[in-house]
């Protein structure tokens, strides 16, 4: 019934855990991984115009920040029941769609209804602002991957979305961000120290300038 | 690739979180609310079996333990999503059997797989064991509301989840469980004592043996 | 030593909790209040726009996703230390100032460092979109703080905060956006409903079409 | 005064966190683990039903499901302090029966008593079904400690919990069910794979179709 | 095998969850209340001495430091579980000494052992310093129980813990720090402010200078 | 306004996290953390007493157990800040004292006020107590960060953290208890058993008396 309704949503993507059904050492919710994915749409954004790209910055933002708020009306639906069958992937998207149509239409006044549709669309489309958000979507999820297998998570689910982040990444391998990506980013990503315990031992003993005899 | 698989796969009901995307003052997860609903089944089955009833227990604990068990291949997807269209419903439902098919002829040895094909049906049928299932389920789902709404949480959908719940359980007024459950137990469960501060003065200052002169 | 590091960073954000120090009935961390604070602004130039100021979008999005970034480096502060005296507020504002310009110049690559050091200063200015920018800061406090007053937290400092934070955003009263908040969206959070138990017996009694004869 | 404090009580085993005292990288509470229970047992009854064991179903689920319920009463002691002496072992025996005996009579309606008693007795005796309770016990103890030693919890304990669930196990070895867990099920455990950083570089530059020149 | 083994037990004392099996608003560890009760009881060692006694500082800070330490050993016991008999209580005790010197033989040098095993001794006697180590154990678990009051925590035990807690108080109230709990302490802890809905309105009204007229 | 406000105030520090910002497996609080310093220093001290040094255990204890309750009116002020200059370490330290005192002044009666004055103080300085103070502090340091090490936590923060705690007690080498230290305790934590993979195969083959034939 009007705005607050709006505001106080933005309360529930906090309380929206990814990856749900999962032992995870570190969780992430929607509202912090909107919030990357955006910081990160930022810097593709500003590698793309460096090199020569027109960038309409309204559209990145809009489409960055917005992408996953329609999950406040549809919850966490596992990926492999989504992509099932494209007729249940059709009538998935109506559903989400309509849902969305319905909360702008009861919640907002009206002179705002036709900006929030607009902005609470599917973003990921073929212009270089969906390209940019399809990619830093990806990003963000094989950094938290990431983040697992680097903590040793033995669930090999992570592997597989590691995986599977990195080829929809390579899909636009043709964009300059992406190249930057891969050619400087993702490098140093997979050159982050492990810090074994032997050298724990060497290190300890160096601070101590006594030789390990043991 | 063989029964540790299942084993395994109970672990992650643990780690799903039941509402999610919501704040709430205590999180219930799908295993923990499954033996609550076996343990609630239990009772329920030995009210109707005191009553004269004929009961099959070995169903009535098969339907109650594994009820939620296919949420792992499809993650928690919010009702109205669900109940959006009778296709999207029809559809949602065949894709969830699908995977548990899939799941058991992979997992289970040969000799094992008819008995958890039918194990890990949809439980809630027309027999007595699949109407004590329905009530048990709501059951708890009561009392999960009804602990978030006794601790003041201010979300309204605790309040509709606690009247969808009753109302569900009301539609089975026929049964010598549900006549139990509404007389006996439910108002119980109103009768809750909530201490006011004021109590809390009083019983201080009794306790001390001085009057309140405030 | 690259970007890596800065997209690492993303990620500390989520571990920086919000208000350390209190108990609180929901946690926010830096990451997610940056969103919120960036959907709040977004919705408030959209106000402007429609009343026709001129808003600059790519400002807009810039200051409210980047206004705690800082925090990364410096940690959380509580309000009273940085401002007990002007003198330790100023050496302060220049340490932070100089530990984010040298973590561009230290992690970007040539290229991008005056853009980056552009958009990690402090955004508070009186520009429109610097004034958009410290209402949504505040009014995103205000949520944060009223959920705790609503869910009873005793604590005195959340009725502070959103005093505070309330007498913060009057002083912005003359922008459309701040009488749109006051007069729409406040007015409606204070009618939040607060469920009494009387009221949860009366209904369960209606549902039950029982008279409530206690 | 009711079968409400039961239901109610329920909800407490939630928040009673199995092997206290120890940082675990996943805790486990006791509802959760009294489901993974159950489900194992059930697994166990049929492979015993299969190899042309007579199973009493009811009595297994009722061993299994309530194995654990007097916890509410006597909180979580450790093992070495139990057994510490014959003779403490015996008077804290009796001092639990005493207590579930008293809740029992206090909280059943007089029909419902007789049933109580027995289900919530120590349920691990030299029946088949008792059998099956220790072996579904000791398992899901075995998964529990196996997950914190996969996830690399450098406490001894957790190694020392798998030993000796491992070796109670095996006394049991005549058992069809306990032969097919040591041949089948076990042996997946441990070839549970875990995913070298090696190997994580090496599956990214594939995926990029670069050789790895470093 | 050394005192590395004690100092890294004292991160067990972290993990140790007071009052387990029950829901709580704000959960406190071993560690944390055994802090708390040492700077009790420096208060009320300090009102006692600025009164005329003669008090044994070492004492005080050992008793208090130390009063909980060998629940590393027992876990924790449900109080009605250990005073269930007379004889179940001696016989725990004196697991709980055995337990404690073991230790203490096994991992400390022999030049500290005998200190040690003075310091790990039940520590409430009836010097002045075991009384206030009795009396700051209760203030402390009067405050936890009191948080979850003010919170509006349901649970009814919490509420016999506060009353419990008050008369083991007022055992001691011949001393003069109990007097000065008594006359100072607690009534400023009874009117701690709860802040009420209505209150929100004024003050919100009130600030934005506009009469509630609704 | 009173002592209330005092005792009330050792709470918050059970919810002021240490190191913010970061990912930890383990998070410690700065209650739980002044007590471990509390326990270490008084076993620091124990041996220096057993070498004929003559300890004043009221001033350890005081220092010990009050060295970071200032950090309830600042915050968790990350160190590179607060050394960023002398100039802003001096202010910050100006600050933190003024605070400290005007709380001692409006909640404390003013015959106590002296004696919190002096032990609310800094108490790191070069008498043998203060001297301890350090050392225990930086052992305490050396185990959490050790802790997240032994637990393969990838962040490099907590390998300097290690170094550089190591390195301040080496400051202190011709201390008695830093000899003991160096020499006793620390090469114990350091051979810390990591059990393998590799182990855990052939323990479990060995439990089962069959060669591991793979």
Redesign the interface.
Known sequence: ????????S????????RC????K??E??V??H???V???A??LA??EE?HGEKIN??LV??KA??HDYP????????T??KY??K??KH??SE??E??TRKFVDTEF?E??RD?YHE?LKEGKDDTIEGKILSVADK?DLL?ESF?E??????E?LF?EI??MS??TI?EFEEMHCVQ?F?N???P???Q????P?SE??E??YA??KIKDTQ
């Open positions: 019934m009007g705005v607050h309704q709006y505001f106080k933005l309360s529930d993507l906090e309380k929206l855990v749900p059904g999962k032992f050492y570190q992430h919710n509202a912090s909107s919030f990357k955006t910081k990160i930022q810097y500003t590698v460096c910055w309204k933002y809009e920040l917005n999950e406040i009306f549809t919850g966490d639906i596992k492999p029941v099932a069958s007729e249940l009538l998935f559903v989400e309509e849902m006044p002179m705002y900006i902005r990003i950094y983040g297998i680097q903590k040793r998570n033995p090999p592997f590691y995986e990195l080829r390579i930057d891969l400087n980013i993702l140093e990503m997979l982050e120290r492990f810090i315990r724990l031992k290190i300890t601070i101590l």
